[in-house]
């Protein structure tokens, strides 16, 4: 790549580290040439997840509400991402209706003025001449782009409308607020993503959503955000009673979206450029459906042992012609709500003979080989999805004797599925045969270097994608190549409430922005490494301010401050500050071992040049304060009022931020002083105590 010819600073980047530092220089360093005034102070400048490949030249383009988006109208999704663009810079400009001019490239040529170039390998002349030899270096991968900023003007050429759309993200990244207008950061990168799927398995709102539970907004901004982690995959979970089903409406559950409803909500991350995937997981057999169990000849499901039928997800009788009716009908619901090029066949939730439930016992089925007869269940279910069009991704735990001893000999059928070269595997199982957490008739099933992704090409299927969690703890084959696999991708599972403070708590957006990072750049920054915990810090961030709902230029901004200020955290997506833990041990004033002590005290110490903050917030995670009367909080002498939450009942839960007058603080050598008092119901434990002292 032709280096820019700017005199201030041209580094080629490979670390998160290394492109905030080399961005930040740039900024304080000549614009196009002339010293920066002292007294601006440049903002650390991040991409996220990072490029394959960022360089930067002193200077930026200078821009403002008058500047015109020029995009060629051959592609009908380009707009969608011009759109996006020209709605975050026109209201960051103060452009006329808060967006910024689009026009076609025919009359681009007279457009006069600062002019931001989008297009496609196929449709964009203007924006592929403004790239200059930076075209010559676009992956062929979907989502791929390149984009050059210098003085005059930005061009972004993406492979596809995804990688324009793409591109368009990383040049909100570049962007930073001036007092007169805005500031593009002269670069020029090249980008594309390294993993095929990149997605994250979730469960929709209800249509009319109940008390604590996530609204149809907060929903549109999760889907928002994974868009903007270039997730490019929507595994919708719980279709089965989340997606209204035209000709079964009696399966799904009550106040379910209506078909417009879950229609709008495609539509919104078609637009984001994401793959809105289904999934058939009819696995608890309605009530109106329970004829359709397999049970023995004598049996009935209500003489099922109660242990079992609660444990049990009872196996649909795959000889009986209703429940093929029944499950090619919910999936061609589903799929005429959800337009997704993948569609899930979790077999591990559609047939599991362990704990008491049957297969292959009852008349229509008895004495048909069992390994066969799921093998043909498997096949004629992934066979269905693929007529409608869609990738079947089906779960390989039940093909791994090694992974759980109960699933019997089902591990048998794993050559016995047809079209196998059309079925992603997904893995979920890998770890736990390395470790040998399973024991089957005595024996410990334990394969140290088992790997899952040669396994299965082996055995003649399509691809594999991991399934993650943590810092893909568990995932042995992915951590031992640093994230690099050549894999078909990876997704974030999630199974508790999707409210934020609940996927705060267990580290989802934790694990969300790890994934998004390294499934996009494996490499860049090295896993687990200092600047990764940075970047990551910094995407925890963003997407904390997405998910309350800001504008992503607003959420950059706070970012990068979050960013540079290690030990900062977001309140609420709006306050910035400080975090202070007490370093006391938690306070457990819980019955069972509390004895005669009914009170209990921890301290947050606050240095003194954190004094006169803006606001202050205090942070508490309780066990068991989910009644009113659980007990009192008092800091420094003053009553904290806390409202109770069923979310902590005999569970760790993150309470939301409580603004605390600043005069209550104590900052310097005396610690704040925290007391719990025990009241009158079964008690409760102080898990975590932090102070936020925040800026305006």
């Known amino acids: 790549m032709r280096k820019s010819q700017q005199p201030v600073l041209t580094q080629r980047l490979r670390s998160a580290a290394a492109r905030m530092a080399a961005a930040s ?228 559950w009550n106040d379910v979206l209506t078909i417009e409803q879950a229609k709008a909500f495609d539509r919104f991350g078609t637009r984001h450029f994401l793959s809105m995937d289904g999934s058939v997981d009819y696995a608890w057999l309605n009530w109106d459906y329970k004829h359709l169990a397999e049970l023995y000849p004598d049996e009935t499901y209500q003489k099922m042992r109660k242990e079992v039928r609660k444990r049990s997800r009872l196996n649909p009788c795959p000889s009986n012609p209703e429940t093929w009716k029944l499950l090619f009908e919910s999936i061609e619901d589903v799929c005429e709500i959800l337009s997704g090029d993948h569609f899930a066949v979790p077999l591990d939730e559609m047939s599991q003979p362990y704990n008491g439930s049957r297969w292959a016992v009852c008349p229509r089925c008895a004495g048909n080989d069992p390994v066969k007869l799921w093998a043909d269940f498997a096949s004629r279910l992934t066979a269905h999805v693929i007529k409608q069009g869609k990738t079947p991704v089906m779960s390989g735990g039940m093909l791994l004797r090694e992974h759980q001893g109960w699933y019997q000999d089902i591990y048998k059928a794993i050559d016995l599925i047809g079209n196998r070269d059309k079925i992603v595997i997904y893995n979920w199982s890998e770890g736990h045969i390395r470790r040998g957490a399973i024991s089957y008739k005595g024996e410990r099933l334990q394969r140290e270097g088992f790997k899952t992704t040669p ?145 209990g005290e921890m301290r947050i110490e606050l240095p003194v040049e954190e004094a006169n903050p803006e606001r202050a917030h205090l942070l508490l995670t309780l066990n068991d304060w989910d009644q009113p009367g659980e007990g009192e909080i008092y800091l420094n002498g003053h009553r904290v009022e806390l409202a109770a939450s069923g979310k902590s009942n005999g569970r760790d839960y993150g309470f939301p931020p409580v603004e605390i007058p600043r005069e209550w603080l104590k900052f310097g050598p005396d610690p704040n002083v925290l007391r719990f008092v025990w009241v009158k119901t079964a008690g409760f434990k102080v898990v975590r105590a932090q102070i936020v002292v925040s800026e305006k």
């Open 455 to 599: 396994f299965f090409r082996e055995h003649g299927y399509k691809d594999v994608m991991h399934m993650l969690s943590g810092r893909w703890q568990g995932r042995p084959e992915l951590r031992e190549t640093n994230g690099k696999l050549d894999c078909y991708g990876g997704f974030v599972t999630y199974y508790h409430g999707m409210d934020h403070a609940t996927m705060k708590q267990k580290g989802t957006l934790a694990s969300l922005v790890f994934s998004a990072q390294h499934l996009w750049s494996p490499d860049s920054p090295a896993m687990d490494s200092e600047q990764d915990r940075a970047v990551c810090r910094y995407g925890e961030a963003l997407a904390d301010a997405v998910l309350h709902h800001k504008p992503y230029i607003e959420a950059i901004a706070l970012a990068r401050r979050v960013y540079a200020s290690p030990g900062s955290v977001l309140v609420g997506g709006a306050s910035f500050g400080r975090k202070f833990s007490s370093e006391d041990r938690p306070v457990d004033l819980t019955a069972k071992k509390r004895g005669d002590r009914t009170a």
């Open 25 to 252: 220089l740039a900024l304080l360093a000549a614009t196009c040439g002339g010293a920066a005034p002292a007294e601006q102070a440049a903002e650390p400048v991040i991409v996220f997840p990072a490029p394959v490949q960022l360089e930067t030249a002193g200077g930026g383009l200078a821009l403002d509400g008058t500047a015109t988006i020029v995009l060629p109208t051959r592609d009908e999704r380009l707009p969608w991402a011009a759109d996006q663009l020209s709605q975050e810079l026109g209201r960051a400009l103060g452009a006329p209706d808060h967006k910024l001019k689009t026009v076609d490239e025919s009359e681009g040529g007279q457009v006069e003025g600062v002019k931001i170039l989008l297009g496609t390998a196929k449709a964009g002349s203007l924006a592929r001449a403004a790239v200059g030899e930076l075209a010559s270096a676009l992956s062929d991968k979907a989502g791929a782009y390149v984009l050059s900023v210098d003085s005059e003007r930005a061009a972004i050429l993406g492979r596809d409308a995804q990688g324009a759309y793409y591109g368009t993200l990383t040049l909100l990244h570049l962007f930073q607020s001036k007092p007169t207008g805005g500031e593009i950061l002269c670069a020029k990168v090249v980008d594309h993503p390294y993993h095929v799927y990149r997605a994250m398995r979730l469960s929709p709102p209800r249509g009319k959503p109940r008390k604590n539970e996530i609204t149809h907004e907060y929903f549109r901004d999760f889907l928002r955000l994974f868009s903007l982690f270039r997730l490019n995959h929507a595994w919708i979970q719980g279709t089965s009673w989340g997606i209204p089903h035209r000709r079964h409406p009696e399966i799904a």
